[in-house]
C-alpha cells in the first residue's frame, strides 16, 4: 500500500508543480509577430486589436478582440485623458473575455506618433487594474500585414471573462501626490525637447515651459522609423541618461495630456526593470490649470 500512496502523492505534487509554473509563466513585454505567430493556439492568450472598429471589421489577426483605444480613457474635469472609471476599465477587460490567468498581447497600428504610443497607454491601464500578463505587439498590426501574416475580418465574439480587478495604485500619481514629492522623486517629462523648453508651444498645453526639476526623455527616442521599438540597449542608454542607472530610485512620468507618457512608463517599468515608476495622469494639461503650480524654460 506504502508504494502506492507514495506514488499518489508524487503525482499530486508534480501536478501541483505543473499548475503553479503554468499560472506563473511570463511573458516579454514586447513580442514580435514572430513569437504571437508561433503562440496562436495557447488558450490563455487573448489578443486585444485597440484600433478603430471600422478597421478592425475589415481586417485583424486572427482570434483577436476588439476593444478600440477610445474605451480606455476619458475626459474629467476639462481634463482630456484620464482613467477610466474603475467598473468601466473591469467591463472592458470582461468583455474581452480576460480572466484570472490570462495573457494579453495588445495590438495597434504604427502610422502616426499617437498610434505608437496607444497600446502602451492601454498596457498601462491593464496593469492598474491587477493584470499580471500584458504585452505589446512590436510594430503592431502595421508589420504582422507587412509579413503577409494571415488575418480575417468580421467581428469575434467572445464569452465574457470572469477577472475581479486588484487596482495596483503604484503606478498611478495624482497632481497633489506629485507636488508632495517634487524634490524627492525624478520627474520624466517625455515631450518634444522643444516643448520641454518652452521653445515652441505645445498644442496640447495652456502654457509654456516645464516642472522645475524635471529631466526630458522625448517618447520619439522609444521607436524606430518603422514604428517598431529601438533596441534594449539603446533603450537603455536613453533612459540612463535621463534617469540614471539606479533601478530603486522613483520616478514619475508626464507629457502633454497622458498619452505619449505610458510609453516611457512602460519600457521604464516593464522591459528596463526600474521598480518604482508611476505616471500623473493629467500630466501637464492639469498642471498647467493650477496658477500655483511652478513652471520654469531653464
Not at 500500500?1 to 503554468?22: C, E, G, N, R, Y
Not at 465574457?160 to 497633489?176: A, F, M
Not at 540597449?233 to 533601478?247: C, I, N, P
Not at 500623473?280 to 498647467?288: K, L, R, V
Amino acid at each position: 500500500m506504502k508504494p502506492m500512496i507514495m506514488t499518489l502523492a508524487q503525482v499530486f505534487l508534480i501536478l501541483l508543480t505543473s499548475a503553479a509554473a503554468h499560472s506563473a509563466e511570463r511573458i516579454p513585454p514586447v513580442v514580435t509577430t514572430a513569437w504571437l505567430s508561433g503562440n496562436m493556439n495557447n488558450p490563455r492568450l487573448i489578443i486585444t486589436d485597440i484600433r478603430k472598429v471600422e478597421e478592425y471589421k475589415e481586417e485583424h489577426i486572427p482570434g483577436s478582440v476588439s476593444l478600440t483605444y477610445n474605451a480606455w480613457r476619458t475626459m474629467e474635469k476639462g481634463i482630456s485623458c484620464q482613467l477610466p472609471l474603475k467598473e468601466d476599465i473591469e467591463d472592458n477587460l470582461r468583455s474581452a473575455g480576460v480572466g484570472r490567468n490570462s495573457i494579453i498581447v495588445i495590438v495597434g497600428k504604427t502610422d502616426t506618433d499617437l498610434d505608437r504610443a496607444h497600446p502602451a497607454r492601454v498596457a498601462w491601464t491593464m496593469k492598474y487594474a491587477g493584470i499580471g500578463n500584458v504585452a505589446i505587439l512590436d510594430g503592431g498590426f502595421n508589420k504582422w500585414k507587412k509579413e503577409k501574416l494571415p488575418v480575417e475580418g468580421g467581428w469575434k465574439k467572445v464569452e465574457p471573462g470572469t477577472h475581479c480587478c486588484s487596482w495596483n495604485k503604484d503606478v498611478l500619481c495624482s497632481k497633489e501626490c506629485l507636488k508632495e514629492k517634487a524634490g524627492r522623486v525624478t520627474i520624466v517629462d517625455t515631450r518634444l525637447h522643444s516643448y520641454y523648453t518652452g521653445e515652441t508651444k505645445d498644442p496640447g498645453v495652456k502654457k509654456m515651459g516645464h516642472i522645475p526639476g524635471s529631466v526630458n526623455l522625448p517618447y520619439t527616442l522609444a521607436f524606430k522609423k518603422d514604428g517598431t521599438f529601438q533596441g534594449k540597449d539603446r533603450l537603455a542608454s536613453h533612459a540612463s541618461h535621463a534617469v540614471g542607472k539606479d533601478k530603486k530610485k522613483e520616478i514619475v512620468i508626464l507629457c502633454c495630456t497622458g498619452r505619449f507618457s505610458p510609453t516611457w512608463w512602460f519600457l521604464l517599468s516593464e522591459s528596463l526593470g526600474y521598480e518604482k515608476v508611476s505616471i500623473f495622469d493629467g500630466s501637464m494639461e492639469e498642471w498647467c490649470t493650477d496658477t500655483a503650480a511652478a513652471l520654469t524654460k531653464d
